[in-house]
DNA sequence: CTAGGGTTAG
């Protein structure tokens, strides 16, 4: 028996010292050993132990040195943790070293710099800080790879003063403890500092290489220092240096800012001479250039010649796909590729979901966040202010709900992009107070926390505490822009303020040298032309240095409608077939005056010139949140499965509101046709079925919420107005112009809009 | 095969 022992001990031996031999060898020769008991042979298991570090079986290798492993050794532990470490298993070189601590042993001063580059890759400051202790006790400290390691660590854990503390302890520092520490400061903004440091290691004598560059080049680059990057970079040419994959990716984001399509070329020409094109942070920022560029070419050559697997290239890919209007055929691809089983990031997701909510397409949004989880993609924070507009955009409030508290769950409280996302979102679903609650919880709001609040109680109607929070704004400090007047004037036009609204316009350039847009002008011709004041509406078009555009027409025209103005109605309506020839609104808006006034020929011609051009007017289109669902209603459109309820509800409550003195606005429908069909047509609007069908199925007191594609109609509001008091119910409904907030019979825009 | 740099999502 010994020598068939021996020869069987021999075979396992031979094998396991064999480097090429798969895994599934070296577990049938583990089964082997097992059944012939070797584990005492520390010959044969080590060799079996660097093979299953070698293929990354982390609870194998555990398992090894936990239970079998005689007598492990300092060197055994080295293999096992560099073969994690090249791996890029940080989590598991972490617990290989508590691990190895178990078993007695400490690491070396070679060994050390693997622990504090695992707490570095983790951002895990506590274990890094035992290191350092230990290193510090040990008298390895010293040691300058370590030290320049432990710098390294405090860097990565945004520990920067720690960094710097021990970086000024250490007695010599080279070239890549510097490189270190400026690419710390010039990541984290503080570029003037990287700047003074740069030229401090040189006065020290130390002279900058391609890394140290490089960190420099990639802090102008985030600080949104876009022509200082490409003079730096030109800079790093002149010195002598041949720019590697490094200095490319750095560089590339500054000349996408400043959209230079033929640098992008010049570089990706450059990229390919020098063989960088398969350096997946080069691809990555190639994609992107030409994405921003608009350049689907040279987005389509780079994509096609890469792996395209790979997801940082396939992200920007995906992304560049979606920004320049081709966000069907991102939605295409990514499914592809994730029916592929290509592993995608938290970033493909949220980019994914960012595009959509930029497309209008805000219930794909919803879906692709419950989707990302179901495959185990955790989201983050950037995740969730790009999915919160979402709920905003189509008032789903519970939805909405659920991802503040997901955000909260998942320890965010103090993000400015989720506070500013918030204040939007729960404006836009009608909760201008949990809006404004959650403004008061920003600890440090920014102009675009402080934009959304003004936009909020704007669309709100909320004119008073528009200008009040305007005035606080400014009492504490913060600087409105343009879009904070914008916001100001809407207000004041949404109630009539016309000396206030002066007052507003007038400052904005004076007092605070903000460029006035047509927005502002827009907002101006609105307030005007609604109160009546349609002449002075008028001239101001006329005086305004800028070319008007549709809004303003658009608005003058809408007001010459309220007011029954004729001739001004169709000077601006020439104007707006001149500018967007196709859209319906206006033809409608016009031929309602010519209806109203009678004039039924007119009528008749704009319905053919809108005829002849295929024109037809826009159904008009409601949303309500109901339970998770979000429910669609378009006038006319009776698929709707609860639709036969629907229109016995209905009936009844004309009843009831006829009762009550409501009158059908029969005169707000512009077909010439029978009194009793229009009453039809005014029953069929969506926002009318919209909330009849909130009122059936949300428990009695809990409010609706309702959003129009367009205006909401007179005879909608008025009748909206009757059901608040009927049913004893709240009614928000959110037009494209501003929010209604029915309550007792009453609207809170008090019939002005 | 034991220290430094980069890309893609708000």
């Not at 570090?53 to 194998?60: H, M």
């Not at 949104?224 to 490409?230: I, S």
Request: glycine fraction near 8%.
């Amino acid at each position: 028996m010994p020598s068939m022992f021996n020869g069987i001990y021999n075979i396992i031996s031979q094998c396991l010292s064999s480097s090429t031999i798969t895994l599934s060898h070296a577990r049938q020769a583990h089964a082997h050993i097992l059944k012939l008991d070797l584990y005492g042979d520390t010959y044969i298991a080590t060799r079996l132990l660097s093979h299953y570090a070698n293929n990354l079986c982390f609870s194998q290798v555990t398992n090894l040195v936990l239970h079998f492993f005689p007598n492990p050794t300092l060197p055994s532990f080295t293999s096992i943790i560099n073969a994690f470490a090249r791996s890029h298993q940080y989590d598991a070189v972490l617990r290989l070293f508590s691990l190895m601590g178990h078993k007695g042993l400490a690491p070396d001063g070679f060994l050390l710099p693997s622990a504090i580059k695992a707490c570095a890759a983790l951002q895990a400051l506590k274990p890094g800080l035992q290191f350092h202790g230990y290193a510090f006790a040990s008298g390895y400290a010293l040691d300058s790879i370590l030290a320049s390691s432990l710098v390294h660590m405090y860097l990565k854990c945004d520990s920067i003063g720690d960094a710097h503390r021990l970086f000024d302890e250490m007695p010599e520092r080279d070239v890549v403890v510097w490189s270190a520490i400026i690419a710390g400061y010039s990541r984290r903004g503080m570029v003037e500092r990287a700047k003074e440091m740069f030229s401090e290691m040189r006065s020290e004598g130390v002279e900058p290489n391609l890394v140290s560059w490089n960190g420099m080049l990639a802090g102008f680059s985030n600080a949104g220092w876009h022509v200082e990057a490409v003079e730096l970079f030109k800079t790093v040419l002149n010195e002598g240096f041949l720019p590697d994959g490094s200095t490319v990716s750095c560089v590339l984001p500054a000349l996408g800012q400043l959209e230079d399509g033929v640098a992008a070329k010049q570089v990706h020409g450059y990229v390919i001479k020098q063989g960088l094109g398969s350096d997946r942070f080069v691809v990555s920022a190639l994609l992107d250039i030409y994405g921003k560029c608009g350049c689907i070419q040279g987005m389509l050559k780079v994509f096609d010649e890469v792996d395209q697997r790979e997801v940082g290239s396939l992200n920007a890919f995906l992304n560049g796909l979606s920004q320049n209007g081709l966000i069907d055929t991102a939605l295409e691809v990514f499914r592809k590729f994730l029916d592929e089983g290509v592993e995608l990031n938290v970033v493909t997701w949220t980019s994914m979901i960012s595009s959509c909510v930029q497309n209008g397409k805000d219930m794909e949004a919803l879906e692709l966040f419950r989707e990302m989880q179901a495959h185990g993609v955790e989201p983050n924070a950037v995740t969730i202010p790009s999915l919160i507009p979402a709920c905003g955009n189509i008032s789903a409030l519970k939805h909405g709900k659920q991802t503040h508290c997901f955000s909260l769950r998942k320890g965010i409280f103090d993000d400015v992009y989720v506070g500013s996302a918030l204040i939007d979102m729960y404006a836009k679903c009608g909760r201008i107070q949990l809006s404004r609650l959650c403004f008061d919880k920003m600890l440090d709001p920014n102009l675009v926390s402080w934009n959304a609040v003004l936009k909020g109680y704007a669309m709100h109607g909320k004119a008073k505490q528009t200008i009040e929070m305007f005035r606080i704004m400014q009492e504490s400090g913060m600087e409105p822009d343009e879009i904070s007047y914008t916001c100001v004037l809407y207000a004041c036009a949404q109630n009539g303020l016309t000396e206030e609204g002066w007052q507003y316009f007038n400052s904005l350039s004076k007092e605070h040298a903000i460029e006035t847009k047509t927005e502002h002008y827009a907002c101006m011709v609105t307030l005007l032309s609604r109160v009546g004041k349609l002449e002075e509406a008028y001239s101001l078009i006329k005086e305004m240095p800028l070319e008007p555009d549709a809004c303003i027409w658009g608005a003058l025209l809408s007001s010459c409608r309220v007011h029954h103005n004729l001739s001004l109605g169709e000077i601006a309506a020439e104007k707006l077939f001149l500018l967007e020839p196709d859209n319906p609104g206006n033809y409608i808006l016009l031929s309602n005056i010519y209806a109203s006034k009678g004039m039924w020929d007119e009528v008749d011609r704009i319905r053919d010139v809108m005829k002849s051009k295929g024109l037809r007017k826009n159904p008009g289109c409601s949303w309500i949140e109901i339970g998770n669902k979000v429910h669609t209603l378009v006038a006319g459109d009776k698929s709707h499965p609860q639709m036969q309820e629907i229109l016995e509800k209905l009936e009844k409550l004309s009843v009831e509101m006829k009762k009550c003195g409501h009158l059908p606005k029969t005169g707000l429908v512009l077909h010439d046709v029978e009194e009793q069909e229009k009453e039809q047509i005014l029953c069929g609007h969506s926002e009318k079925l919209a909330v009849v069908l909130g009122l059936l199925n949300m428990s009695p007191g809990q409010p609706l919420q309702v959003i129009k594609n367009l205006r909401i109609c007179g005879d909608c509001h008025s009748a909206i107005k009757f059901i608040s008091s009927l049913e004893g119910r709240e009614i928000f409904v959110r037009d494209t112009n501003r929010f209604h907030h029915f309550k007792d019979g009453i609207c809170s825009c008090g019939d002005y809009w």
